[in-house]
């Protein structure tokens, strides 16, 4: 067997103390990122710059130091403070139609366009059909629901022509 050199191994443990660093990092960012501040109306945890922002996300820190999960620190923060402290509501319950409301706003919007698109396209020909796809050469209507604006129409074109 042959031993590591002091370089490789002094290497090697400087990229795992970096990787369990960055990792560290992260996770307090993850979850700071997840909850409300109580100091900063609309911030969450990760962009307060209260005193009692920056007490939370050092407890957050030390939590994540004794091991607990992300799961964990969210429901110790929301036995404090309510659902209300969570940045985003819990995809569960009541909660869920935060989440569903918009999608089945969109769906139905966009279904309501859909229709409404081609009754007006199935409306467009039928204007032509009562003699409305040239003016200059039809003849005034001479039906008794006729439109007197569009008799005047017709006659001022065909005296313009002429």
Known sequence: ????????????FGMMLSLSA?????SW????????????PGRTL????SSQAEQWRELIR??????????????YFVDIGGEGILAAPPK????????????FVM?????LIVVLTRRWAQRRPQADIHGMTD?????????????PYLDRLHRELKEFND
């Open 107 to 111: 769906v139905n919007g966009a279904g």
């Open 1 to 12: 067997m042959r031993i590591l050199s002091p370089l490789c191994m002094t290497l090697l």
């Open 62 to 75: 030390q939590k994540l130091a004794q091991g607990e999960s992300k799961e964990q620190i969210l429901r």
């Open 92 to 103: 569960q319950g009541f909660a869920l139609t935060a989440w569903l409301l918009p999608l």
């Open 46 to 49: 990760l962009n307060c710059t």
């Open 135 to 147: 003016l200059n050469t039809a003849a005034p209507s001479s039906h008794a629901h006729s439109d």
């Open 22 to 26: 960055a990792a560290w990092g992260q």
């Open 29 to 40: 960012q993850d979850v700071a990122g997840d909850l409300m501040s109580p100091a900063c």
